[in-house]
């Protein structure tokens, strides 16, 4: 499982932008799901409210990360261990819809709503 973070630039179609994170990262993912959950917060700086969905992309287990100049490391992680690196409580919050939604590698009879590719 990857956990797909996008810093909310501005643009009006969010998949592709997640995508194009994850495929540099981990050449081929097995699964990519919307959990079908949004995240909102104020940016004070710029007077506006961010609105960003949640993305989580299922890789093999021996996939091979390539870093690029934006990264010096990779390192696999339990979901919980994972979780408790963020520093936002949604962040968090995004795990566990996770583990609660596709934790098992599908959506079960959500799959055909949730999964995206």
């Known amino acids: 499982m990857a956990v797909i973070r996008d810093r909310g630039r501005p643009c009006t179609e969010r998949l592709s932008p997640a995508r194009r994170r994850?495929?540099?990262?981990?050449?081929?993912w097995a699964k990519f799901y919307n959990l079908s959950r949004t995240e909102a917060f104020y940016q004070h700086?710029?007077?506006?409210?961010?609105?960003?969905?949640?993305?989580?992309?299922?890789?093999?287990?021996?996939?091979?990360?390539?870093?690029?100049?934006?990264?010096?490391?990779?390192?696999?992680?339990?979901?919980?261990?994972?979780?408790?690196?963020?520093?936002?409580?949604?962040?968090?919050?995004?795990?566990?819809?996770?583990l609660s939604i596709v934790g098992g590698g599908d959506a079960d009879l959500l799959e055909?709503?949730?999964?995206?590719?």
């Not at 994850?22 to 081929?28: F, L």
């Open 22 to 28: 994850c495929r540099p990262r981990c050449a081929s």
């Open 45 to 98: 700086k710029r007077d506006e409210v961010a609105l960003i969905p949640v993305f989580a992309a299922f890789v093999a287990p021996d996939v091979t990360v390539t870093l690029s100049p934006e990264h010096d490391r990779a390192e696999w992680l339990r979901p919980r261990d994972a979780a408790e690196r963020f520093a936002w409580p949604r962040e968090r919050r995004a795990v566990d819809d996770i």
């Open 112 to 117: 055909d709503v949730l999964r995206v590719s």
